[in-house]
Nanobody, 123 residues
Framework: QLQASGGGLVQAGGSLRLSCAAA????????MGWFRQAPGKGCEFVAA????????NYADSVKGRLTISRDNAKNTVYLQMNSLKPEDTAVYYCAAKQTNRLLVRRDYEYDYWGQGTLVTVSS
């Protein structure tokens, strides 16, 4: 089970940190990802992190502003969001994939999903 938290309302240029806690399983066995869905749009890849945290991958739209990280001792993955823009407004979901692959970008390949946390960026 994945539990996402940390969403909220923030002004453009502000920051938020999302957390995703994995209960009942060791997150170190999973590639983790963050996705988002804006109103009226489909699911969009945001970032992914390898099982050890040594490799990461980002959507071009968030590079340099959002940072994914993980603490396997706490079974938690984070998404630090800086310099937020109104177009970052969306429900953010964390996801987990048990795999030997380094990173996974496609949403349909993930096995487990959190419930989503809403991020609203006002202009």
């Amino acid at each position: 089970q994945l539990q996402a938290s940390g969403g909220g309302l923030v002004q453009a240029g502000g920051s938020l940190r999302l957390s995703c806690a994995a209960a009942g399983r060791s997150s170190s066995n999973y590639v983790m990802g963050w996705f988002r869905q804006a109103p009226g749009k489909g699911c969009e890849f945001v970032a992914a992190i390898s099982r050890t945290g040594g490799s990461t991958n980002y959507a071009d739209s968030v590079k340099g502003r959002l940072t994914i990280s993980r603490d396997n001792a706490k079974n938690t993955v984070y998404l630090q969001m800086n310099s937020l823009k109104p177009e970052d407004t969306a429900v953010y979901y964390c996801a987990a994939k048990q795999t030997n692959r380094l990173l996974v970008r496609r949403d349909y390949e993930y096995d487990y999903w959190g419930q989503g946390t809403l991020v609203t960026v006002s202009s």
